[in-house]
């Protein structure tokens, strides 16, 4: 690989390229611009590398996604580490099987990305003091303080949408203590988002070097382009293969698109929204309008602003003729129930975010067609949700019974956020 650029800059190909190393430790680049690999070049042994174990064959997609870069003699060990838990493909019928990545300590599929980025912070950082900052809309605040917590010289500081998280997904980073603050926000997702933004822009902190840890830094998305093709060495469909990933923030299926364009072969990628339905939008008339935040029982994908899609536009510019279609679609919380309550009557009890996506790929598969739905979070995550809808109780231990108290809460207000950002440097 050659680098990595931003694409933000009107001049994105004939910018200096970043390494790895780089493009990680900034998160964001010039105009808040997002990081992307100059460009793709495809894997030339996949049917060799669809042989191998899981680790060992995403030790050598990331080295190959890279490339030359202090951080690549470590990937063995880093991924090793990160990857330490199941991933499987199950079959629904004889169309349709669903890829679980929510078997990682905070049950949700962000545990690939947080762990991988918490091990590159840890063996590129050289001791200085860094403060990682999250915006989270429920599932990455748990993922990314369970994968930094009690790393030395690292304070993680979470910010979430005061009524956005359920309590079980709260219970994976508020409270936690130790090197972990997590912070509610009166406002929504985006607010918590802009917030984090400005703080990025700003860089006030003296001494201290703040880190993104949301879906807009690279290394998390690298690291999750390395699960689908798990799904291709699992999967025995002869028919084209319709990937279908719940939707908020469009860092999964860039991811999937990356993989893609590696090689993976897929047909379609089809990312799907709630009613926060912008990208479907855009899709259809080319006018990005976000409206404001509807909420919803799919609270991780309450985006109306997506920041990774600018990065999936990218893909299509540089290289077209690799690239799977793209589709994107909307479904409506009436029919994220139903989806729920059909897959549970079947036997697979799903939470509502991988029954949203189940929803979108049942309404688009051909019969002579076969899909993966890529499930992102335990239904155990949601199991007040899951058990209202569906009638059944979603089993997973350690689940804390105690509400947590919420605090402290700020306004939707960058000047609130700085005083607590200044408060937790040294
Ligand atoms: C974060 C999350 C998503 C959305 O992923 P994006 O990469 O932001 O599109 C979907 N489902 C669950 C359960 C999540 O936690």
């Not at 090793?80 to 079959?91: E, K």
């Not at 231990?397 to 509400?403: E, H, Q, R």
């Amino acid at each position: 690989m050659n680098g990595f650029i931003n694409i933000s800059q009107a001049d994105a190909s004939s910018q200096e390229k970043l390494s790895f190393t780089q493009a990680l430790l900034r998160g964001l680049g010039r105009g808040d611009g997002l990081f992307m690999p100059a460009s793709i070049i495809p894997l030339d042994n996949i049917p060799e590398l669809l042989q191998c174990p899981f680790i060992e064959r995403s030790v050598s997609i990331l080295q190959h996604l890279i490339g030359a870069d202090p951080l690549r003699v470590k990937l063995d060990e880093i991924v090793t580490r990160a990857f330490d838990f199941p991933l499987m493909l199950r079959p629904l019928d004889d169309q349709v099987a669903v890829l679980e990545l929510f078997h990682g300590p905070s049950l949700s599929f962000k545990d690939f990305g947080a762990r991988f980025l918490a091990g590159c912070m840890q063996h590129s950082s050289a001791g200085q003091s860094i403060t990682v900052l999250t915006a989270t809309s429920g599932d990455t605040g748990g993922a990314v303080a369970k994968a930094f917590y009690d790393q030395p010289n690292v304070q993680v500081v979470i910010i979430y949408p005061q009524h956005g998280v359920t309590d079980q997904q709260a219970a994976h980073f508020v409270g936690l203590g130790g090197n972990v603050i997590s912070v509610a926000v009166e406002g929504s997702f985006d607010d918590c988002q802009r917030l984090a933004k400005q703080a990025f822009a700003e860089q006030s902190q003296a001494g201290r070097k703040l880190i993104s840890a949301n879906s807009i830094n690279i290394a998390r998305l690298l690291a999750q382009v390395c699960y689908y093709f798990e799904l291709a060495a699992q999967q025995a469909f002869s028919a084209p293969l319709t990937v279908a990933i719940p939707s908020g923030n469009f860092g999964n299926s860039t991811a999937a698109m990356i993989a893609c364009a590696l090689g993976l072969p897929v047909k379609t990628v089809l990312a799907v929204t709630n009613e926060n339905d912008t990208v479907p939008r855009y899709l259809l008339d080319g006018q990005w309008l976000p409206k404001s935040v509807v909420q919803t029982i799919t609270n991780a994908i309450d985006i109306a602003a997506p920041n990774n899609f600018t990065r999936i536009e990218y893909l299509q510019r540089q290289q077209a003729h690799l690239l799977p279609v793209f589709q994107s679609s909307s479904i409506s919380e009436q029919q994220t129930r139903a989806a729920m309550r059909e897959l549970a009557s079947g036997g697979y009890l799903a939470d509502p975010h991988t029954a949203l996506a189940w929803m979108g790929l049942r309404q688009q598969l051909g019969n002579d067609e076969c899909g993966v739905v890529v499930a992102t979070a335990h239904p155990a995550k949601f199991a007040d949700e899951v058990q209202a809808i569906t009638g059944v109780k979603a089993e997973h231990t350690p689940s804390s019974d105690s509400k947590l108290a919420r605090l402290p809460l700020i306004p939707a207000e960058y000047s609130s956020l700085k005083k607590i950002l200044d408060n937790y440097s040294d």
